[in-house]
């Protein structure tokens, strides 16, 4: 079993910053993906941004050049760095980690509104 318990998230202004972080515990592989994805109210659940075991990384055409995804192994820690933020970014954001199945976190909101 895996439990993953996501931090970070919070209300800002248009234009500042959040960090996410989200740890693992359990049973963890040495490989592993971990990501992040949001929800808005009335949307469905999208990709925001995912980090590869080797390191490789991916992200939605909508938070590219804004949001950086990141891993600490030793720690079995990813994080969302968000900058720049736009009201659309408000959201309730998940963690997943995939190894042979998908682990959901809990989900922060973050709320982007002046």
């Known amino acids: 079993q895996v439990q993953l318990v996501e931090s970070g998230g919070g209300l800002v202004q248009p234009g500042g910053s959040l960090r996410l972080s989200c740890a693992a515990a359990g049973s963890i592989f040495r490989v592993y993906t971990m990501g992040w994805y949001r929800q808005a109210p009335g949307k469905q659940r999208e990709m925001v941004a995912i980090?590869?075991?080797?390191?490789?990384?991916n992200y939605a055409d909508s938070v590219k050049g804004r949001f950086t995804i990141s891993r600490d192994n030793a720690k079995n820690t990813v994080y969302l760095q968000m900058n720049s933020l736009k009201p659309e970014d408000t959201a309730v954001y998940y963690c997943k980690l995939n190894q042979l199945r998908d682990y959901w976190g809990q989900g922060t909101q973050v709320t982007v509104s002046s």
């Open positions: 980090i590869y075991s080797g390191g490789y990384t």
